[in-house]
């Protein structure tokens, strides 16, 4: 059993990049911010030369957030609230769900392996521990796991299976160790990371 | 895809549904037709004339939505502790896998203060959490109508990576004013309740309830408690790639996802027997789905019925997916294949075995359970009888 999955990149925006940065999107004009962050970190993330070689079905996403599409839900129940569901906006509507921002990644990087949207809190090694086990589980061979809220910075992972790994030779630091139901991070051969993945 | 070394079980099951808090009474309703939608105060939020929806089997003005969805995870939590019947303090490594699409999503309209809250809508999954054990580990998935089936598909996952004794899955989800209201201006609503695979289908019905499974790994499964209901054998999952809401026409990856979860199970399409549908009522989905089921099982489609759980008990979000799997259940458990509620006469253009209005009786040995989410992912679970289950209905 492949018991080790690589990482390939780590990639990371703050609120001053996204001020910086525009989005040119078709559907930018009804996105949510959660969205808009989520497509910037992404194409930073897919940058990298190693996903352009795998393909698309063997590429998955995990979108892991801790405050979800808030200020969406909080504008779709303001206008509950003050006009009724006709003043809701049919086009704005799914952003009140997490899997829209997974569907605006999926769609723009043709991202057709295993894919899910999930919550996050204190603890975001489940999101981690998700896109580990797909690999393992042999349905994907390149998951990108992306941590994104409202009003805080975002963080992307990008990590490869050991099979592939061998078969495109490329270089990688770090890796993550997932046998004995434990998930560790190594840099060479020196454990600089361990999670608290099962230790009930 | 990975073979998988270990069978899991299904060996207690939970649920909170319009017809009952049991498998029975769930079952039961499932065999009644013409579930139509009824008026729904709640849903007066959400700003429209026509409010109905399918509630679920407890009373639905009183609560708040935040105690609401825990009161229902809390009963079909407890009820599938209960009905699995084992000791939880023999289990070291124990894991609650929640999916719910919307979970506290409502709150938004009761609470003036979640603008300085943002953290509430991740909490269900910990909350839900510890009705179970207060070290009992979560996951909680939000992935829209699938979240509940790629729940109990990463359950199964978990046990067969060994990464815990025992997990417990399912969806859950309640009627919700931000998605009635979404559905309203989308025209997604059908009034007369949903009739999947209809010629007049119009589209879906607003429903809610909560589904959990234990599950346990083989070994687990024998040695502690006998009682299984079935076995789930093989998941797939993929994703379109298409759009933030449709489904894409030509269903390729719908059917990448069956035959992954048909490899992983080692089944062979003639072994299945009953395709448990998403089948929302929406016009072009049914069409979608219908030709896939087509297109994939070919000339296997003569030995297969196919049925729609939500023409009896609606939409019911995240759950969704969790009451296909529970249809699949009670059908491998009563040898029965229930009836689509509401169904009159199937639209011209599909070409598979569908029940229609009358049940089926039929042995059960191979299900699929189909589900398919805004935002592109597909969820496939396949699950069989297992033989020399004593489960009795």
């Keep these: 059993m492949l018991d080790r999955v690589y990482i390939i990149s780590t990639k990371y925006i703050n609120e001053e990049m996204l001020k910086k940065t525009s989005l040119k999107h078709r559907d930018s004009r009804v996105m949510d911010v959660l969205s808009k962050k989520a497509l910037l970190l992404a194409r930073e993330i897919f940058s990298e030369e190693v996903s352009k070689k795998i393909k698309s079905e063997r590429q998955g996403i995990v979108i892991a957030s801790d405050t979800g599409p808030c200020t969406s839900l909080w504008e779709h129940t303001n206008i509950l609230q003050t006009v009724g569901f006709k003043g809701i906006n049919p086009s704005k509507f799914p952003n009140t769900m997490l899997s829209t921002v997974l569907s605006r990644v999926s769609t723009e990087f043709n991202l057709k392996g295993p894919s899910t949207a999930m919550y996050v809190n204190s603890n975001r090694s489940e999101a981690l521990e998700y896109a580990v086990v797909q690999i393992l589980m042999g349905r994907s061979d390149l998951m990108a796991v992306m941590f994104i809220g409202e009003g805080e910075n975002g963080f992307g992972i990008l990590i490869m299976s050991q099979k592939f790994l061998l078969e495109t030779q490329a270089k990688v630091r770090f890796y993550i160790n997932c046998s004995n139901q434990h998930v560790y991070i190594f840099e060479e051969r020196k454990k600089i990371y361990e999670t608290s993945i099962n230790f009930a | ?393």
């Excluded at chain 2, 909170?16 to 139509?36: A, C, H, K, P, Y």
């Excluded at chain 2, 409502?106 to 603008?115: A, E, G, M, P, V």
């Excluded at chain 2, 179970?132 to 699938?146: H, T």
């Excluded at chain 2, 509620?341 to 089926?360: S, T, Y």
Aim: hydrophobic share 40%; charged share 20%.
């Design chain 2, 1 to 393: 895809m990975r073979n998988r070394e270990n069978n899991i079980f299904i060996t207690g099951v939970g649920v909170v549904s319009i017809f009952g808090n049991s498998l029975n009474e769930f079952w039961t309703g499932l065999m009644r037709q013409d579930n139509i939608p009824i008026h729904v105060e709640y849903l007066k939020k959400s700003g429209g004339e026509n409010t109905l929806g399918l509630p679920a089997d407890m009373p639905v003005e009183d609560n708040q939505p935040a105690d609401r969805i825990l009161e229902m995870g809390e009963k079909a939590i407890y009820s599938a502790i209960k009905d699995w019947g084992g000791n939880l303090s023999d289990y070291k490594r124990i894991c609650l896998v929640v999916g719910s699409g919307l979970g506290f999503s409502d709150c938004f309209l009761f609470r003036d203060d979640l603008q300085n809250n943002k953290e509430l809508l991740s909490t269900l999954g910990e909350r839900l959490a510890g009705f179970v054990d207060k070290e009992c580990r979560n996951v909680y998935i939000a992935n829209a109508c699938c979240a509940g089936a790629q729940a109990i598909s990463y359950g199964m996952d978990l046990l067969e990576l060994n990464r815990y004794d025992l997990v417990i899955a399912g969806g859950i989800d309640i009627l919700s004013n931000i998605a009635y209201s979404g559905f309203l201006r989308l025209n997604s609503i059908d009034f007369m309740g949903c009739r999947p695979f209809d010629r007049d289908r119009k589209g879906i019905a607003t429903g809610e309830g909560a589904a959990f499974f234990v599950l346990e790994k083989q070994r687990e499964a024998y040695s502690k408690k006998p009682k299984v209901y079935c076995e789930l054998v093989g998941s797939g999952i993929t994703n379109d790639a298409y759009h933030v809401v449709q489904m894409k026409n030509d269903g390729r990856q719908i059917l990448r996802a069956m035959e992954e979860a048909l490899e992983a199970s080692g089944m062979t399409r003639g072994d299945i027997d009953l395709v448990v549908t998403h089948g929302t009522g929406t016009i072009q989905n049914d069409i979608i789905e219908a030709n896939t089921i087509e297109t994939f099982f070919k000339e296997d489609l003569i030995n297969i019925h196919v049925t729609a759980p939500k023409g009896a008990i609606g939409h019911t979000g995240g759950a969704s997916g969790a009451f296909g799997l529970l249809t699949a259940v009670g059908s491998i458990c009563h040898e029965c294949v229930p009836p689509i509620c509401n169904f009159k006469e199937a639209d011209n253009g599909f070409n598979i075995p569908l029940v229609g209005r009358n049940r089926v009786q039929a042995k059960v040995s191979g299900a699929m359970v189909n589900t398919f989410a805004f935002g592109g992912t597909n969820v496939i679970i396949v699950c069989k009888n297992h033989i020399g289950s004593d489960y009795v209905g």
